[in-house]
């Protein structure tokens, strides 16, 4: 990002951030308002940070819970009965009437439901763990996108400048996979993704199989290990057929 050499204060991004206590008084920039950057804005925030947070993209927040159930384990649940519009519709309603109105607060929702992006995109809706509380009474500052840099600090793109201490990134993990997994079969170089598309993303050859990369969520996730444990307990079989098979032959 332009101006980052000259910027003075410290860079990290949150797969690095380990605890708030060493920013305490200090003020931090977090730039990115998925889970991780309204955790680490929360735990900055309780440890005496002056916290900001760049918000550039539309985003869902939900409760974690709807009327005790953990809101995850309830969408699953109604999926398994409703259209996917509708657990959306009942979601969204929840969240209006716990959380409130966060659209006045610079927390803008797509038009799209949260599940509906989730299975289409592989984006997740954040859980609010107690961050949207401090933006509310203004503990933490809702920021435009950063422009560019400063010495002190950044510029945002409605001409604001303002000095921080550190910038913390909570943007997007890659995945590593192909740097240490020598498979270029299977995973494609440029993004650490199986090369084949959900639902043929988790089986390689030579008995390698990955889980986990479907961008579906938990549910994507349970669908490959379903099909993994399948397809071992198939060889397994098939294996101990022949050995019978041999012995039967041998005897």
């Known amino acids: 990002m332009e101006g980052m050499d000259a910027y003075r204060g410290a860079v990290m991004h949150t797969s ?15 730039v990115g308002c998925g889970n991780s950057g309204m955790e680490v804005s929360l735990d900055l925030c309780n440890n005496g940070a002056a916290t900001s947070m760049v918000i550039r993209d539309k985003i869902h927040v939900l409760p ?22 509708w657990v959306d519709a009942m979601l969204l309603f929840f969240s209006r009437l716990i959380l409130g109105n966060i659209e006045k607060y610079g927390l803008r929702r797509p038009k799209i439901g949260p599940l509906q992006i989730k299975c289409s995109t592989g984006k997740t809706p954040v859980l609010d763990i107690g961050a949207l509380r401090k933006i509310k009474n203004g503990e933490i500052k809702v920021v435009p996108a950063i422009d560019c840099f400063t010495e002190n600090g950044v510029a945002f793109v409605d001409g604001c400048r303002e000095d921080f201490d550190a910038v913390i990134f909570a943007t997007g993990y890659k995945s590593n996979v192909p740097s ?70 041998h005897r």
């Open 16 to 30: 690095s951030y380990k605890k708030g206590d060493e920013f305490a008084g200090k003020k931090v920039l977090v």
């Open 64 to 85: 974690r819970e709807i009327l005790g159930i953990s809101t995850f384990g309830l969408s699953v649940f109604l999926l398994k009965w409703f259209p996917i519009k």
């Open 180 to 249: 240490w997994l020598k498979e270029e079969e299977f995973f494609s170089e440029s993004d650490g993704f199986p090369r084949k598309a959900f639902p043929h993303s988790w089986m390689g050859s030579n008995g390698l199989y990955a889980t986990g990369f479907t961008k579906r969520g938990l549910l994507g996730t349970s669908y490959d290990a379903a099909m993994i444990a399948a397809d071992i307990a198939r060889r397994w079989t098939n294996a101990l057929a022949a050995a019978a098979d041999h012995h039967h032959h």
